[in-house]
């Protein structure tokens, strides 16, 4: 049940247009935030901000290029008065219809789409925090939530410039806590490492035919859990981290694997 946690402020969700940036739009809007919806499929994000209703507004940026995010931040100010909340969840794989060209293990990656793959993942954020800093320090806080990724923290041979980039989020995420503490600024910064969420990113994966629901659940029984994670359980994670309740969580790594990292479940012993 939302109880407005997040009144009162302003958010500015990247890659919001669908999958887990959508539901973080969502979710923050239910906890009485205003949302500023980006992204650069614009037909979708239109659509989720006019879902959500008067306290959202849709804003095409591409993460890639500053001056997208200056503009973006000039409307954060000028429509909502400032910026409290910053979740940098804009990503690709590479793997997407145009997104880049593989193969992506480490022999064979071409330059070109080992730069398109970091250019929105890394450089989106860098930017994203670089921008967000400079709002947030004329609101007197802030919170900024980096969607790193569980390929951030282990090796992953045939997506080798997904995983970098994300393990070079989860880094730059504690440069980021650790430089605004220096500075004294009350903005703070923390990373969300999903893995096996089930959002449109799986779809070359897991295909649209027959067989579909038998690949998610066999992906899902990758985790000791035994299933996909959802959007919502993600979504939730953000409106905690973006919400007075983490004042004193900064520099740290969230991992929602469904126990992965954890290590390898055993099956129930068998009933006698």
């Not at 205003?34 to 879902?51: H, I, Q, Y």
């Not at 027959?210 to 409106?239: D, K, N, S």
């Amino acid at each position: 049940m939302a109880s407005g946690r997040l009144q009162g402020k302003t958010a500015l969700v990247t890659g919001a247009a669908r999958g887990i940036g959508e539901a973080i739009a969502r979710a923050f809007a239910a906890e009485g935030a205003s949302v500023l919806v980006t992204d650069v499929r614009d037909d979708l994000g239109e659509k989720v901000a006019g879902d959500i209703g008067d306290r959202a507004l849709y804003r095409h940026l591409d993460v890639r290029r500053e001056a997208e995010w200056e503009r973006a931040m000039a409307l954060a100010r000028e429509r909502f008065g400032g910026l409290d909340i910053l979740a940098n969840n804009a990503g690709i794989t590479g793997f997407g219809a145009g997104e880049a060209e593989g193969p992506f293990d480490p022999e064979h990656c071409p330059l070109e789409s080992w730069r398109a793959v970091h250019a929105t993942n890394l450089d989106g954020v860098f930017l994203g925090c670089k921008h967000a800093i400079g709002a947030m320090r004329a609101r007197g806080s802030g919170s900024i939530i980096n969607m790193g990724s569980r390929s951030g923290v282990v090796g992953v041979s045939g997506a080798s410039a997904y995983a970098s980039s994300k393990g070079a989020v989860r880094n730059h995420t504690k440069s980021v806590a650790i430089y605004c503490a220096e500075q004294g600024l009350n903005i703070r910064c923390n990373v969300i490492q999903p893995a096996a969420i089930l959002t449109p990113m799986w779809d070359p994966l897991l295909g649209d035919g027959p067989g579909r629901e038998e690949r998610i659940e066999q992906v899902g029984r990758m985790a000791p859990i035994g299933r996909f994670g959802t959007v919502e359980e993600v979504a939730a994670l953000a409106v905690h981290l973006a919400s007075d309740e983490s004042a004193y969580t900064t520099g740290a790594e969230f991992t929602l694997d469904g126990g992965m990292l954890a290590g390898q479940a055993a099956p129930p012993a068998p009933e006698d």
